[in-house]
């Protein structure tokens, strides 16, 4: 089955055994409770989520955040002039003038024979070229210094996005990423890690540990190159972190609501979970889960 097709039978709300995920601040607060709390990473409908490791204290001092790094180290070497080759603009100069193609027999004739002629449009040549190499450097430094900029401009947006990146795996306990992000990096082709990055920075570290679970998925985006990015928004529209409810300790409600047995209480303390989820509101959650 191609990952569209299996994009396709992704059936919302029905992940029953979704790794749970704990934030850093919830950390200790569930280990003395005792409870479920934190987060569900939910893939809807996918029985394959990425298992994640739990203590996400641990794994924030674990997680070395190497391309981030590697992308901060190249801005500041760019920042110092230290110019790499792929960034190098080399000025095409023009070809320099030749005496021989001036004083030699054929050459002459065109002068009459006369020497001094030849030499001076030797001498004005000479100085044209001079001129035109000038302006020829110009140019590429100007074009250096555009390229120097846009790529540091562009850089540091990618950066930017690498830290949400993190940021998340940290969040989520994906203490592994930077591993599978070496293993899914030497299968993606060249700037789709960047692009993944960038377009769901807060999403990516999961994707990429969904994908490296499952590889079947993996190979379907490579192998489909011109439905690739369809396919991993897809994916990303699939995976949803949701507050974990709990059943004890609830917080009491400062308004309370019908508890009624009735469908459109059910449905509206559902809807409320719903946003509460949405805004990643663990409190409220728990608190809306405790008048079902």
């Not at 995920?21 to 200790?28: H, K, R, T």
């Not at 280990?31 to 924030?60: I, K």
């Not at 809807?271 to 728990?286: L, P």
Request: aromatic share 6%; charged share 30%.
């Amino acid at each position: 089955m191609s990952l569209v097709e299996q994009n396709n039978e992704l059936e919302v709300n029905n992940q029953t055994d979704a790794p749970e995920l704990v934030e850093a601040g919830q950390l200790q607060q569930a280990e003395s409770d005792s409870e479920n709390e934190g987060f569900e990473l939910v893939f809807n409908g996918d029985t394959d989520a990425p298992e994640v490791n739990q203590n996400a204290v641990q794994a924030a001092k674990r997680i070395a955040r190497k391309r981030e790094m590697q992308m901060q180290e190249t801005i500041d070497k760019l920042s110092k002039g230290e110019i790499s080759d792929e960034l190098k603009v080399n000025a095409e100069l023009p070809a320099k003038p030749d005496m021989q193609n001036y004083l030699s027999e054929e050459a002459l004739e065109k002068y009459d024979y006369d020497t001094n002629r030849a030499l001076a449009q030797f001498t004005s040549d000479q100085n044209q070229w001079l001129i035109d190499v000038q302006a020829a450097q110009s140019s590429a430094s100007a074009n250096q210094s555009k390229k120097v900029n846009d790529y540091i401009n562009q850089s540091s947006q990618i950066k930017g996005y690498l830290t949400q990146h993190y940021d998340h795996a940290e969040k989520y306990g994906i203490d592994d990423i930077d591993e599978v992000e070496d293993r899914i990096q030497g299968k993606l082709p060249q700037g789709w890690y960047e692009t993944i990055v960038s377009s769901f920075p807060d999403k990516s570290a999961a994707i990429f540990k969904h994908l490296d679970m499952n590889p079947q998925k993996l190979q379907g985006l490579i192998d489909n190159p011109m439905f690739a990015m369809r396919d991993v928004t897809r994916l990303a529209d699939a995976l949803t972190f949701k507050p974990k409810a709990t059943l004890s300790k609830a917080p009491q409600a400062d308004e309370p609501l019908s508890q009624g047995n009735s469908g459109s209480d059910k449905a509206a303390i559902m809807e409320q979970m719903k946003k509460a989820a949405d805004k990643g509101d663990v409190k409220e959650y728990r608190r809306l889960k405790s008048l079902l």
